[in-house]
């Protein structure tokens, strides 16, 4: 079984600064792939960034520039640094894993529990 913990939401201000960090553990043999989305109120969640196995990033043009997700693979983490924070930054933040358990086994996707980010103006 693998767990998925996130921490590090809140609040904060206009043009301010959060990280946010989601931890695996459990049975895991390799990850694939570590995602960061989102979800406002009364819309749908998106994607905001997201990291390969290899290193490759890639971010949602409302966020580039600003954000910036890293991973520590000793520790099976993933972590989005968020930078001058906007009004419309401010949703339920989710990390997405796809890792596998064993080697050559198939990839399965985890999704965290969400943690808050409201952004002040």
């Known amino acids: 079984q693998v767990q998925l913990v996130e921490s590090g939401g809140g609040l904060a201000q206009a043009g301010g600064s959060l990280r946010l960090s989601c931890a695996a553990s459990?049975?895991?043999?390799?990850?694939?792939?570590m995602d960061w989305y989102r979800q406002a109120p009364g819309e749908q969640r998106e994607l905001v960034a997201h990291?390969?196995?290899?290193?490759?990033?890639n971010y949602a043009d409302n966020v580039a520039g600003r954000f910036t997700i890293s991973t520590d693979n000793a520790k099976n983490s993933v972590d989005l640094q968020m930078n001058s924070l906007k009004p419309e930054d401010t949703g339920l933040y989710y990390c997405?894993?796809?890792?596998?358990?064993?080697?050559?086994?198939?990839?399965?996707?985890?999704w965290g529990q969400g943690t808050q980010v409201t952004v002040s103006s």
């Open positions: 997405r894993v796809e890792l596998s358990t064993r080697r050559g086994g198939p990839s399965y996707q985890y």
């Open positions: 459990g049975s895991i043999f390799s990850i694939n792939r």
């Open positions: 990291i390969t196995g290899d290193g490759s990033t």
